[in-house]
């Protein structure tokens, strides 16, 4: 059904809240302030979700989005292709200062910051994972569904990710194509067949590597070799196949001279890298405490942590282990350490971990994280065991999207 809206503030996932009949309406494609026609996609007791269908009042931060299957019912891998790079920035600006205030009770003054490499938000993204759909035919999902949106090209996509040339292939018997393209210019295709088939790989150039995911961090090269490099300063760090990097070209050197800055390690600390990944914090902490210090890298995923291990194998005072962070300290017998650096997935920390790490005493805990939500309320659970927010900021690491990087520097009142 189509309904009238006055258009409010922006909230957390790519939605502004109107209110309908005394109900809330999230509403996607629209902007605070505009009157919009909406038609409503989901309905609760408590809550609408609607897309805006025609704008008849129109925001002055509104512009036509440069990709043309970006809109309502069209592909949901953005959410802000209709609001100008600087209104985004704002609205993300917005979003954190409210999470933090609602959930944390921080009020928060900074602003969102454009990471350099994409200047006007677009040819960013170095790794994207298509969908398949039954025929073969390649796309990206729609929002809030399963359902394929063909396309022939995506704007947000790295230049080097588009010239692999993926979506006017084939993929029968695929049920997702990714396609990555690292700083150091290797690309590669990583291929996830559907359960029991085989897909007929499309003929690709043979300087793209592509292998097939068989599950449980095994792959199958077809040609190439399984793993890319990326480069951060002056060290490469090995990536094994899908596993995670910084997508945004700037943002792995943005978030470790943050990191670096806010941790301020010193020569002969002992630091914790938890969720570490590949390395890349961690390199940045063994370099600055030395051979005379330690960092201790937890990760879960065991392709991951061979990574680390061969792209710090220079530095012996860094060490590495498999391990989930929610029992790893216990698990390894870590009772103590100067500063801790984490970087979680989007669910958060937990209170859980949120309590072991508080319980080692270190002076200095840094926190990355990609969702402001879960970044806000691990952040009251961590000022409940004395620990204050000294710094944050944030970082426009996914220009069109909602999605915002954050850093928050977490200090103990003991110290």
Same mark, same amino acid.
């Given at each position: 059904m189509g309904i009238e809206l006055t258009v409010g503030p922006v909230a957390h996932g790519g939605w502004c809240v109107a209110r309908h009949e005394g109900r809330v309406v999230f509403v996607r494609h629209a902007l605070p302030g505009e009157r919009v026609l909406a038609e409503v996609?989901?309905?609760?007791?408590?809550?609408?979700? !609607?897309?805006?269908?025609?704008?008849?009042?129109?925001? %002055? /931060?509104?512009? +036509?989005?440069?990709?043309? &299957?970006?809109?309502? =019912?069209?592909?949901?891998?953005?959410?802000?292709?209709?609001?100008?790079?600087?209104?985004?920035?704002?609205?993300?600006?917005?979003?954190?200062?409210?999470?933090?205030?609602?959930?944390?009770?921080?009020?928060?003054?900074?602003?969102?910051?454009?990471?350099?490499?994409?200047?006007d938000g677009l040819g960013w993204r170095t790794r994207v994972q298509f969908a398949v759909d039954r025929d073969g035919v390649l796309g990206l999902r729609r929002h809030r569904s399963h359902d394929i949106e063909p396309i022939d090209a995506c704007l947000i996509a790295h230049p080097e990710v588009e010239n692999v040339g993926v979506e006017v292939m084939?993929?029968?018997?695929?049920?997702?194509?990714?396609?990555?393209?690292?700083?150091?210019?290797?690309?590669?295709?990583?291929? !996830?067949?559907?359960?029991?088939?085989?897909?007929?790989? %499309? /003929?690709?150039? +043979?300087?793209?590597?592509? &292998?097939?995911?068989? =599950?449980?961090?095994?792959?199958?090269?077809?040609?190439?070799?399984?793993?890319?490099?990326?480069?951060?300063?002056d060290r490469d760090f090995q990536v094994t196949g899908s596993?995670?990097?910084?997508?945004?070209?700037?943002?792995?050197?943005?978030?470790?001279?943050?990191?670096?800055?806010?941790?301020?390690?010193?020569?002969?600390?002992?630091?914790?890298?938890l969720y570490c990944g590949v390395g890349l914090f961690a390199a940045g902490l063994a370099e600055a405490v030395g051979p005379e210090g330690a960092v201790f890298g937890v990760e879960s995923e065991s392709v991951a942590v061979r990574d680390a291990e061969r792209n710090l194998r220079d530095l012996p005072q860094a060490r590495f282990a498999r391990g989930r962070v929610e029992n790893a300290l216990d698990r390894f017998g870590i009772e103590r350490a100067d500063l801790v650096v984490v970087d979680p997935p989007r669910a958060g920390l937990g209170r859980d971990v949120v309590e072991s790490l508080t319980a080692l005493g270190a002076s200095r805990i840094v926190y990355v994280s990609c969702d402001p939500a879960t970044m806000a309320r691990d952040l009251a659970w961590f000022g409940d065991r004395s620990y204050q927010l000294s710094d944050l900021r944030a970082f426009d690491a996914f220009p069109m999207t909602h999605h915002v990087e954050c850093v928050a520097l977490l200090t103990s009142a003991a110290s």
């Open positions: 996609t989901e309905e609760t007791t408590r809550f609408l979700r !609607a897309d805006a269908v025609e704008i008849l009042d129109p925001s %002055p /931060d509104r512009v +036509t989005p440069p990709c043309p &299957f970006a809109g309502p =019912g069209r592909c949901g891998g953005c959410d802000w292709q209709h609001v100008s790079l600087d209104a985004q920035r704002l609205l993300k600006t917005d979003v954190v200062a409210e999470q933090l205030g609602r959930l944390s009770g921080i009020e928060w003054k900074g602003v969102v910051e454009e990471v350099p490499g994409a200047p084939n993929w029968r018997n695929a049920s997702s194509v990714e396609v990555i393209a690292s700083n150091t210019g290797d690309q590669a295709v990583v291929i !996830a067949p559907r359960p029991r088939r085989t897909v007929a790989v %499309p /003929d690709i150039d +043979t300087s793209v590597a592509v &292998f097939v995911d068989e =599950g449980g961090g095994r792959s199958r090269v077809v040609h190439g070799r399984n793993h890319l490099v990326e480069r951060v300063g596993g995670f990097w910084q997508v945004h070209p700037g943002a792995a050197k943005t978030l470790l001279d943050t990191v670096m800055e806010f941790a301020a390690p010193r020569p002969g600390e002992w630091a914790l890298d």
